[in-house]
């Protein structure tokens, strides 16, 4: 099972490096998402851990981490950009890449459809409806490892001096204290808010603080207790009534779920 996925990860870093050039900040931003691929696939074996899957289970489980995000790398190159709205998905572009590389040629069938299921639905807004409790295993698993290492990167580029890097990360919206009504809806009814309704880097914050709403293990929960990342958002966020409400209203979600 190592075999395999030091085969794959081999192949995988072989791919990233044809993206770096010479120009540096390109290649900072290629390292950035390199790095975050390296913590998802950590994440996504203290969860496997955590859930006691079998040995075939855990292996697919850190493929699909390792490999969730390789459609970023094409993405930015042609686009300069990690909006998926106004470029393409990278989900999909991932999936086209594995394909076209044969990456999981090694693994059968179902295993295959698996891990590319998992990593096609990583982004969605929401969940497909999926009768196969295996299935949905996968798609929870790398969201959730996906989303924890989503919040030390937002929180890490929040506080970058580095523009470049920091524009990217945050999509160059505005920091300004405005926080949009129908982001604070969305939180303050605890539900996961819509992209396209953020307006400034405060929505921004507040859509990453929804999203303990769509976390899916109790694994999940701690590591995110863990590291305060809930905490360190309410401290760079405005201090308002709505938003104080929103954000303690996450954080007694947070601690009823431990």
């Given amino acids: 099972m190592q075999e395999t996925f030091e085969k794959t990860k081999n ?3 072989t791919y990233v490096e044809g993206f770096f050039t010479n120009d540096s900040i390109n290649n900072s931003i290629i390292r950035l998402k390199l790095d975050h691929t ?15 899957l079998n040995s075939q289970d855990h292996l697919n489980a850190r493929l699909t981490a390792l490999l969730h995000d390789v459609g970023r790398f094409r993405q930015f190159s042609l686009y300069q950009t990690f909006n998926d709205a106004v470029s393409d998905n990278h989900a999909l572009m991932g999936i086209r890449e594995i394909e076209c590389h044969g990456v999981l040629d090694g693994l059968d069938a179902e295993d295959r459809r698996l891990i590319c299921r998992a990593i096609a639905c990583h982004n969605v807004p929401a969940l497909p409806e999926e009768k196969d409790e295996r299935s949905l295993l996968f798609m929870r698993l790398i969201r959730d490892a996906d989303k924890l290492d989503v919040y030390k990167v937002l929180l890490q580029n929040y506080r970058d001096q580095d523009r470049d890097s920091r524009n990217t990360v945050l999509h160059k919206l505005p920091d300004t204290p405005h926080c949009s009504p129908k ?10 808010a819509k992209f396209e309704d953020m307006k400034t880097l405060n929505d921004f914050k507040l859509l990453k603080v929804g999203w303990v709403y769509d976390l899916n293990f109790s694994a999940s929960f701690k590591i995110l207790q863990h590291h305060r990342y809930i905490e360190q958002l309410k401290e760079i966020l405005p201090t308002t009534e709505p938003v104080t409400t929103a954000v303690d209203q996450a954080l007694a979600y947070v601690a009823s779920r431990l």
């Fill in 11 to 13: 192949w995988f870093e």
């Fill in 183 to 192: 982001i604070l809806d969305a939180l303050l009814g605890r539900k996961v």
């Fill in 38 to 52: 390296h913590r998802v696939c950590h994440n996504a074996a203290i969860l496997a851990d955590a859930l006691k």
